[in-house]
């Protein structure tokens, strides 16, 4: 095994130092070996300063790598593990691929059924492996881009198109919302789907909301987003939650979830646990519930959506993480709000993005030779 070398890390913790060993790429070796590797090298950790070339050309890879979004390295690793794992079995190299194991692979994963979305992001994942490693990158060769081209093109030929989640318009929302009960998870799941409804927010920006983001306006409350998927720059973005004058008031609701909850500082919207069944506890009793302290995850607010979705009647895998910012941003536009309000509304950098989000309805409805011919 290579050599490595012991440099300092910025903890957690501001307080503490971390000193952890970081090796080259470990070429020709195990995929199993490359896949730690990757694991870690995956994860952008700015070293401490200390006034050396070494350490600054080592921050600044870091910085590069943090240019990337933790759901693109989440997907990374998972592809890196699968390719890894399927060249340990084939007694192939993972690094330096050669491209004719590359399509193999990208064919085999699309033989037991993977998306053509999921098919790029294994590409993407060995093509960022051979990046973080310094060497040619073989998912540029004419071979790999072909197979791709071609699992594209037979997969539409199929009929095989992405398929969008629903919007979660008002008139859905509101269904969605009537059964949900006044204890704590209750409270919880009916503040998140306003909240991420007003603000057309995506799951991951719902999940990471704290205290220290809200700011009480007169017109109802204004939440900063740290991070925001439509501000490459990493520049905060400030969205107005309005207040309203009905039982769906997205603030009111917000606040109440705060209050009996007892959350003034963190994370906004965490995990709740059930007390143990037969335990002597009213099940349906807020009090009777324990907090958690830690936020909860993108995943969970999908699940919360698809669970108090399915449990009036819809589909579950009809509605999803873009349901909420869909449902209010097709709202916006029935009602006749200006498109350039809806894109700077969804943090959109173009028309065509927000397209995607837009759920036209009817497609004769309003049609543009409507009555013409």
């Known amino acids: 095994m290579d050599d490595g070398e012991t440099w300092l890390l910025q903890a957690p913790d501001p307080d503490l130092e971390t000193t952890i060993v970081l090796r080259p790429a470990p070429l020709n070796h195990p995929p199993a070996l490359i896949r730690a590797w990757f694991d870690d090298a995956a994860d952008a950790v700015v070293p401490l300063h200390d006034g050396t070339l070494a350490t600054a050309r080592r921050a600044a890879d870091a910085y590069a790598r943090q240019a990337k979004a933790e759901n693109t390295r989440r997907a990374y690793r998972a592809g890196v593990r699968a390719w890894c794992d399927w060249c340990d079995i084939h007694y192939l190299k993972a690094l330096p691929a050669q491209p004719e194991d590359i399509v193999a692979f990208l064919a085999h994963e699309r033989g037991r059924g993977c998306s053509v979305t999921t098919i790029q992001l294994r590409s993407a994942a060995i093509r960022y492996l051979h990046h973080l490693a310094g060497v040619a990158l073989p998912t540029q060769h004419a071979r790999v881009t072909e ?60 999940a990471a909301i704290r205290v220290e983001h809200l700011e009480p306006r007169a017109g109802g409350l204004q939440l900063t987003l740290p991070r925001s998927k439509g501000a490459r720059t990493g520049a905060s973005v400030a969205i107005a939650i309005p207040a309203g004058a009905t039982a769906l008031c997205p603030v009111k609701a917000l606040y109440r979830w705060l209050e009996v909850a007892g959350i003034r500082e963190g994370a906004v919207f965490r995990r709740v646990w059930q007390p143990p069944a037969g335990g002597g506890h009213d099940q349906t009793s807020a009090r009777s519930q324990i907090l958690g302290s830690q936020a909860i995850d993108p995943r969970t607010v999908v699940r919360i959506i698809q669970m108090r979705s399915e449990a009036v009647g819809f589909d579950p895998g009809v509605l999803g993480g873009h349901s909420l910012k869909r449902g209010a941003l097709t709202e916006g536009m029935e009602r006749g709000v200006h498109p350039t309000r809806l894109k700077q509304h969804g943090r959109h950098k173009s028309y065509a993005v927000l397209d995607e989000y837009l759920e036209m309805g009817d497609p004769f409805e309003s049609h543009p030779m409507q009555g013409i011919l």
């Open 147 to 206: 197979t791709i081209a071609g699992i594209r093109r037979a997969a539409g030929l199929a009929g095989e198109h992405p398929r969008k989640k629903a919007a979660a318009t008002l008139a859905v929302l509101t269904r969605i919302l009537a059964p949900i009960s006044d204890d704590l998870v209750g409270l919880r799941d009916r503040a998140l789907l306003l909240i991420g409804f007003a603000g057309a927010l995506r799951r991951s920006e719902l």
